[in-house]
């Protein structure tokens, strides 16, 4: 796999999407076996959508201590698990399903009036899977994210009323939610400064159409245009790309 390195980006380049996932989960399976080392679990966010399905497959063939690893969505689309936009449903038929022990999920989505009103039952659950606190959440040890073709990551949407808030690094809210035209439903997300909280952040996407919005975004310009940006141009940690044709 071809890498190269600038500022503070750290390109990976695989042969196609299948090497690509191969050589991400292999890399991803080092951080996880270092996190439970280190602090006796690991903690993930992971993003849903189409591109990551072969990435969870491989992910579950490895032998992990999953029983010590906790999952969560970097985002998701505000619906309970059955509903067929779920993200929770995408990765539970491609990762959970297929791995022999049972893994500590914390959901996106709780039933609630509003997803404003979610946003305290997601952080109890979290806080009590992680043993941490609102006060001093516990960090990520890996990040995933994803890219959407009209350059939004997590659920920082171009059209979203509230974009200058999902792209803002000041924000001190952990969770929001995100509504525009064209995200079907609402959606909560993790916040930015949360997202960058992490030992490891990646971006993992695949396809010519997708290289051409990551290179406008990485050309600089308006971060509410190309919400990608927030990541790419950020010093708080390294974002590692790994993209395949």
């Not at 380049?13 to 399976?29: F, K, P, R, T, W």
């Not at 350059?151 to 939610?177: Q, R, Y």
Request: proline share 4%; aromatic share 8%; hydrophobic share 45%.
């Amino acid at each position: 796999m071809g890498q190269k390195q600038s500022d503070n980006i750290i390109w990976n380049q695989g042969a196609d999407a299948q090497s690509l996932a191969e050589n991400l989960a292999g890399e991803l399976v080092g951080k996880i076996r270092e996190a439970i080392n280190s602090n006796g679990s690991a903690v993930i966010a992971l993003s849903g959508g189409s591109t990551p399905k072969p990435l969870f497959r491989v992910l579950a063939q490895h032998d992990i201590e999953w029983s010590k690893v906790i999952i969560t969505l970097v985002d998701e689309r505000w619906v309970p698990e059955e509903h067929e936009l779920s993200n929770a449903a995408f990765m539970r038929e491609n990762l959970f399903d297929l791995i022999p022990e049972e893994v500590q999920f914390v959901p996106l989505y709780q039933q609630a009036q509003t997803v404003e009103a979610s946003f305290q039952l997601v952080l109890n659950e979290f806080c009590a899977v992680t043993e941490s606190t609102l006060d001093n959440l516990r960090a990520f040890d890996i990040v995933i994210l994803g890219m959407g073709g009209d350059g939004h990551t997590a659920s920082f949407f171009p059209d979203a009323d509230n974009v200058s808030d999902l792209i803002s690094i000041e924000i001190d809210k952990p969770l929001l939610t995100c509504s525009s035209a064209s995200t079907q439903v609402e959606r909560i997300t993790w916040s930015l400064p949360v997202l960058l909280n992490t030992s490891f952040l990646a971006l993992h996407f695949t396809g010519q159409e997708k290289l051409a919005v990551f290179e406008a975004a990485a050309a600089g310009g308006k971060t509410e245009e190309l919400p990608i940006r927030c990541a790419i141009f950020q010093n708080q940690t390294p974002l590692h790309i790994y993209y395949a044709d």
